[in-house]
């Protein structure tokens, strides 16, 4: 089955805490990127890449990373969680990044930081 | 600000009524999607139009893409509880390559 397997679903943890969080889909895709959803703001993209070793900043870059060092694989990393981080985070992949191409979405993972 | 404009942000109707959703911009798009996400789940496509003008119909739901690529509508007939979820458009801005910009969605609730 085409999917987006994301995890940990849920995540509470403490400010300063590093922690990641996984993303890999089994289609082959070459685009990936991640969101985040906060309420009254809809989907805002985080990072994004086109391929092996291409990452690239989306709209709200800071206090996240990335890497992209499997085609698969698409981890986002919060080096220094803060409060202001908390929110249902998604992990989406599609076979190009053209905005005419489907995007395939992750369950999404909710996390608090406390 | 959002790019994206979305309205109504909460739609409440009975099963058997009809309902339109509207996506607007300032902005010109290359095309745009529309997605529906049930509660703990992610979004989901539904339908992605890229010329001004087109309607395309999924069953009971019509699309539509306006002329000038700056809006989109989403119309339900006779909507079902099934259609419950909060729906988002998507667009791709023509000088903007690899980001999708969201609007900040419709919650729609359909009651029996």
């Known amino acids: 089955e085409a999917q987006v397997t994301q995890n940990p679903r849920y995540l509470i943890t403490v400010t300063g805490k590093k922690l990641t969080v996984t993303c890999s889909q089994n289609?082959?895709?070459?685009?990936m990127s991640w969101y985040r959803q906060d309420p009254g703001l809809g989907l805002r993209q985080i990072y994004y890449s086109m391929n092996v070793e291409v990452t690239d900043k989306g709209d709200v870059p800071e206090g996240y990373k990335v890497s992209r060092k499997e085609k698969r694989n698409f981890p986002l990393i919060l080096e220094s969680p803060s409060p202001n981080q908390t929110s249902l985070y998604f992990c989406?992949?599609?076979?190009?990044?053209?905005?005419?191409?489907?995007?395939?979405f992750g369950q999404g993972t909710r996390l608090t930081v406390v | 600000t959002q790019l994206l404009e979305q309205s109504p942000q909460f739609l409440s109707i009975q099963e058997g009524e009809n309902l339109t959703v509207y996506c607007n911009s300032s902005?010109?798009?290359?095309?745009l999607q529309w997605y529906r996400q049930e509660p703990g789940e992610g979004p989901v496509l539904l339908v992605t139009v890229v010329t001004g003008g087109e309607v395309k119909k999924l069953k009971r739901l019509t699309f539509q893409f306006g002329d000038a690529r700056k809006d989109s509508s989403l119309h339900i007939t006779a909507a079902q509880p099934g259609d419950t979820g909060l729906y988002l458009c998507?667009?791709?801005?023509?000088?903007?390559?690899?980001?999708?910009?969201f609007g900040a969605g419709t919650q729609v609730v359909v009651t029996p």
């Open positions: 998507a667009g791709d801005l023509t000088d903007s390559w690899g980001k999708l910009q």
């Open positions: 989406a992949s599609s076979l190009s990044s053209g905005g005419d191409t489907e995007a395939f």
């Open positions: 902005s010109v798009f290359s095309s």
């Open positions: 289609m082959n895709h070459e685009y």
